[in-house]
């Protein structure tokens, strides 16, 4: 574990938006977070504190700004290892492994991972409650799917008016999904970071004929306007009506926080269009 400087708050710098918002859960707010200017377009939720630096883009960290905070802590992840040779020599680094082929299911590797987190940082007894209220809140929601009997779902990104991000097997969508007892309507498999980039008209390869697709803000404006001009869009099944809904953002890329994210906007779907029978 990191030395403390009396007792002061340790001073982490996390290079990705999952072990951000954890750190935030485990009481524990980042001194400095990487590509921090998207955070609200992202992950929206928890909420980050005024005052965390922006360390800019993950990818090309600022080190000087990194180099000036003097960090007890650089938390990082494996897609960023070409840049282990630099942060090492600015302070302690851990590495935590979430996305990786060898990590697993996604959502076992974030809860993992959690555990490895406050370890480091002496935040166990904290980890320990939020890591149960997940367990609680995930058997809650299934209690309300299974009263729901919902039809199967997609959940797709827009990249463009031509092609979508669709969410499948491994990845953290479809762990949740499993978890709280709803089928994903996509059951090809994806790579090992949750999602497949297909043309539009492939989601025609959905052979349920209820299935239900969603879609995460942001959605580009122009691809609504071309869906509604779109033969190929009118085709699918999604195009009924009832049958296509445009969520508010859910991080693809994220850990525990942003699994219950999204299992919460997908439980406010199912029942809201419960409640328009």
Known sequence: MPARAGTRPLRIASLDYGIASTLLSLGAVPAAVADL?????????????????????????????????????????????????????????????????????????????????????????????????????????????????????????????????????????????????????????????????IAIEELSRVKDRNARLAAFEPVPGDVLPTLSQSALWQALPFARPGHFTILKPALMFGMVNEARRFADLVMAMLEDDHAKL
């Open 37 to 197: 200017a998207d955070w609200g377009r992202w992950v929206v939720e928890p909420k980050m504190p005024d005052g965390v630096v922006d360390l800019g883009s993950a990818l090309e960290v600022n080190v000087e700004v990194l180099t000036l905070l003097k960090p007890d802590l650089i938390v990082t992840t494996p897609y960023l290892d070409e840049l282990l040779p630099v942060l090492e020599r600015l302070g302690p680094v851990l590495r935590l492994s979430i996305y990786a082929p060898e990590a697993g299911p996604i959502l076992d590797a974030a809860i993992k991972a959690t555990g490895v987190l406050a370890r480091a940082i002496d935040r166990e007894a904290d980890a320990m409650r939020f890591l149960d209220e997940t367990e609680a809140f995930f058997d809650r929601c299934k209690a309300r799917v299974n009263a729901l009997s919902p039809p199967p779902l997609a959940f797709v990104n827009f990249m463009d008016t031509r092609h979508v991000r669709i969410y499948g097997n491994p990845g953290l969508f479809d762990n949740v999904l499993e978890r709280i007892g709803i089928r994903n309507a996509w059951t090809e498999q994806s790579n090992f970071w949750g999602f497949q980039t």
